[in-house]
């Protein structure tokens, strides 16, 4: 396959950047996405030229560092997956395709396509977490009965990855699909309700002051989310929420 490649170039977040155009031939369909990059970077790299920066670390779906925007959808047009699980099959031979960086304040660009994503960090280290005790008298997790169907809600939410599409998608830039799923998955477990009233209240206000935008209910961060995580979870942030400002 021949390629034309349109792809965002900017040297750090105060730089203004652009659009370069990578002619690339001998692009194979079994290729996942990341590699037809490796391969044009290599191309650069033997031209003198700099290498087009991108984030990823895992390569099979796990991890969340491999945040593009391709095509204008994060994660390029297939469903449910990564953009490193993304195959080059996907394209047309003479396709000319569009590659920029996960684009929200809140992400300011590091260099080129990739972007710092350590608000979600902070929001994670707000209150998405347990307190165990450990000194000596702790419980085996599976002595604690749970319903199956809350078992489950709580394992789906859990499988976020933070890799960002959510905020991508959203035309709000808005978190909320990703700090809900993160309160949720201990919402749910009686694991989580020792700090479940402060973990809620902290991680909204933290999600708020990084700069993210409101839910207006659109549902593109569902869509677009590579683990299928649900809009329900957004709800029950809502719920938690409302309850928790009550209880003070
Ligand atoms: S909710 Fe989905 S899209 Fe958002 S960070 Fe988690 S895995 Fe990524
Ligand atoms: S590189 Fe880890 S999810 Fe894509």
Known sequence: MKLNLKIWRQNDAKSKGKMVQYPLDGVDGDMSFLEMLDVLNEELINKGEEPVEFDHDCREGICGACSLQINGEPHGPDRKITTCQLHMRKFNDGDTIVIEPFRANAFPVIKDLMVDRSAFDRIQQAGGYISVNTSGNTVDANAIPIEKEKADDAFNAATCIGCGA?????????????????????ALLPQGQVEATDRVLNMVRQMDLEGFGNCTNTGACEVECPKGISLENIARMNREYVSASVKG
Do not use: D, E, P
Not at 166 to 186: G, I, R, Y
């Open 166 to 186: 959510c905020v991508a998608a959203c035309k709000n830039a808005s978190a909320m699909l990703f700090t809900s799923a993160k309160v949720s998955q201990f």
